[in-house]
């Protein structure tokens, strides 16, 4: 195999372009909710329960898969992931019943879920003394494929149905098989003899004083939970900017509208929308890991949150803004992503630094293991919903982020800060791996 086609940069960026597909794979079945409740007479706690199945199963799978990666030093799961997220979206087009299409939404979540912790770990281990950076590349991609995954597939299946009709065009939805084996095939050959960490770093963690391991702990412990509680929001989100463009679309629709016909224009809505979320935390993702630095870590887990939070509150607010309304919408849920996502990065690269012989483990715990408890966000939108209305619902989720950024006020400025003046973990640095090759 020639050797130049295994540089570090190319693998970790074959990596990174993958996060890519396989965050798309995520989005297609929620940016087509509306059309598939019309079509599978759908009630609104069934809606809940398929996005809240996304968080529960994606973020259980992944500590296991960290560990077991960490364990044996593998890196399968990546490739394999996308083999299953792909399978899992393809089924949708043959689901006939709630129970099936949770099926599919199982298998859809369980591989994108084991896919994220492995190429976190590779991609941290190949940029060194970059990881930031290179960690919000690869987070930006993701939130890419998100984007394009909730852009574009209400738009294809909406073009498609005038020319071949709805059932004709869900079935499309197969063919995502195909780059699914493309990629897992790219995956493989950028993990080809690629260290998943460095095995001196176990040593290393050892070696400092049992005070300072402890401290270090702990703040991975805050670290998760402001995960928690920010991911919680991200899925409540999900659930409310669903209910919001459902409601929209009624409001708007004209007399003798079918209810197929409805949940396809609330669909095209909702895709808009919700691709705003991953908008704003890539965008966020870029400037904050191309620019913050450790120091200023804690104040930006801080602030960004409460800026969220408000943002997040006044969506509601816009329903009386005619053509405004739809932009300005999309532009509050850019913000509100930016609070809730844009630090997703910066946690995980803090956790990898601060336990460098566990650096998948990390990720996934920051990931997959804040991830799966993310269930409740939808769960309780909807409850909150039910009881009191749309409004406070949005404003309940509102105040979850903002206590996400006082959870983040507890972190050690000073743990932060020396962390990132010690080799971080699986760091040896680009031109250093691109020498034993």
Known sequence: MNPSLLTPGRRAGAIIVSHSANDAFGFILV????????????????????????????????????????????????????????????????????????????????????????????????????????????????????????????????????????????????????PGVVFGAVVLFACSRTPHRDHLASDRHRSLPAEEQSRRYRAVGLLYLGNVLRFTTNQALVFLVVAWSGAL?????????????????????????????????????????????????????????????????????????????????????????????????????????LLPHRTALASGMMLGGAWCLAFVGPLGAEAVLEWTGLRTAFVATAVLLAASGAVSAMLPRDLLIASADRPSGPAQDVESLRGQE
Do not use: C, K
């Open 249 to 353: 679309a009624t409001q708007r629709a004209a007399p003798g509208t079918t209810e197929e016909q409805l949940g396809l224009t609330a669909s095209i809505l909702n895709g808009q929308l919700q691709a705003g979320m991953p908008i704003g935390m890539g965008v966020t993702a870029l400037l904050i890991g191309a620019r913050l630095r450790p120091e200023h870590e804690r104040a930006a887990m801080v602030l960004l949150p409460l800026v969220g939070a408000v943002s997040i509150a006044v969506i509601p607010l816009v329903e009386g803004l005619g053509e405004a309304t739809v932009p300005v919408a999309a532009g509050l849920v850019v913000i509100s992503a930016a609070g809730f996502g844009g630090l997703f990065a910066v946690s995980m690269g803090i956790a990898q630094r």
């Open 31 to 178: 940016s087509i909710l509306p059309l598939l409740a019309a079509r599978l007479q759908l009630e609104t706690r069934e809606l809940a329960l398929l996005i809240a199945l996304g968080p529960l199963v994606s973020g259980v799978v992944q500590p296991i898969a960290a560990w077991i990666g960490d364990r044996f030093d593998t890196r399968a799961f990546a490739w394999v992931g996308l083999l299953l997220g792909s399978l899992g979206i393809a089924g949708i087009p043959y689901a006939s019943s709630f129970g099936e299409l949770i099926t599919y939404q199982f298998i859809t979540s369980a591989g994108v879920g084991v896919f994220h912790p492995p190429a976190a770990a590779l991609v941290g281990t190949l940029a060194g003394s970059r990881r930031a950076l290179w960690l919000a590349l690869f987070f930006i991609a993701g939130m890419a494929g998100s984007a394009g995954g909730s852009l574009v597939t209400p738009e294809i299946i909406g073009r498609l149905s005038e020319q071949i009709g709805v059932d004709a065009s869900i079935r499309m939805l197969t063919w995502t098989v195909v």
